[in-house]
């Protein structure tokens, strides 16, 4: 698969059964559908039922089609936008995958900061920190943002794609 962004090869990371690509270049992330699908611990069903408002309210999402093309069928991404969070995620109509790029990290936790949702993800995330460390591979700044990045990977599983029907329909109704 090769980045949106760089054309470079992804290479992957393998943590908790879960397969993601990222662009050793941009650090930019890809999740496939299957992956995001994947949500079988207790730990994981812990977080599912988290109110948390992203995504959350159509009436908030902006989504429109990009340059970029989804690393997986080269299909385009569409960006999506969620009301005054800042945040942009983009999507691929045609195999459900997401794209991530680094800064959106960022900008989903502070969201969260915001939002005062970020303890309950401190102490969900800090259970895995201990056994993440071994066995995640990644490139050294990847490490440092672990924390974070484990609790947007979880948001991104189960936030994202509850609302993903809705995104579906604002690609599906955008003038082609
Ligand atoms: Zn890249
Ligand atoms: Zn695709």
Not at 60 to 71: N, S
Not at 144 to 166: G, I, M
């Amino acid at each position: 698969m090769i980045c949106p962004n760089c054309k470079l090869k992804l290479k992957k990371i393998i943590f908790r059964n879960t397969e993601i690509d990222y662009c050793p270049k941009c650090l930019g992330i890809w999740f496939e559908e299957d992956e995001l699908r994947r949500a079988k611990d207790d730990k994981d069903q812990e977080l599912n039922w988290l109110d948390i408002d992203l995504w959350q309210d159509q009436a908030q999402l902006a989504v429109a089609i990009t340059e970029k093309q989804c690393p997986f069928c080269s299909q385009p991404l569409y960006a999506v936008d969620y009301g005054q969070s800042g945040v942009r995620v983009e999507v691929c109509n045609n195999c459900k995958g997401v794209w991530l790029e680094r800064g959106e990290f960022k900008k989903i936790i502070d969201y969260l900061q915001e939002k005062k949702e970020k303890e309950v993800l401190d102490n969900y995330t800090a259970n895995l920190l201990a056994e993440a460390k071994e066995v995640f591979t990644g490139p050294e700044p990847f490490r440092s943002e672990l924390r974070d990045f484990l609790a947007v990977s979880k948001l991104l599983k189960y936030k994202l794609l509850a609302q993903y029907p809705q995104i579906l329909d604002i690609i599906i109704s955008l003038p082609k």
